[in-house]
Nanobody
Framework: QVQLVESGGGLVQAGGSLRLSCVLS????????MAWYRQIPGNQRELVAT???????NYSESVKGRFTISEDFAKKMGYLQMNNLEPEDTAVYYC??????????????WGQGTQVTVAP
């Protein structure tokens, strides 16, 4: 059974920084990719950043240049460094992982989310 747990959210002033972490537990063959999404109540979940095994990254235009996604897939961990935060970044942030199991089945899992609040 795979579980994802995010941490690192909180309250920060505009212009500040936070670092989110995501740890995957469970037996897998390969961690193929991790991604961070965010969601404001009443809105659809929005893709923030992705990183695949090998290190290629992709960012939404709204966070490009301010956020950095990284990984330590050997430890089954992913990170989102968020700098120069803006009130518009306030949301619940979710970690997402694309995994391959020992039997070669592939699946995607979500964490429970961590709240990020940016005060003006």
């Amino acid at each position: 059974q795979v579980q994802l747990v995010e941490s690192g959210g909180g309250l920060v002033q505009a212009g500040g920084s936070l670092r989110l972490s995501c740890v995957l537990s469970g037996v897998i063959r390969v961690l193929n990719a991790m991604a961070w999404y965010r969601q404001i109540p009443g809105n659809q979940r929005e893709l923030v950043a992705t990183i695949i095994s090998g290190g290629a990254t992709n960012y939404s235009e709204s966070v490009k240049g301010r956020f950095t996604i990284s990984e330590d897939f050997a430890k089954k961990m992913g990170y989102l460094q968020m700098n120069n935060l803006e009130p518009e970044d306030t949301a619940v942030y979710y970690c997402n992982a694309d995994v391959t199991f020992l039997n070669w089945r592939r699946d995607v899992y979500w964490g429970q989310g961590t709240q990020v609040t940016v005060a003006p």
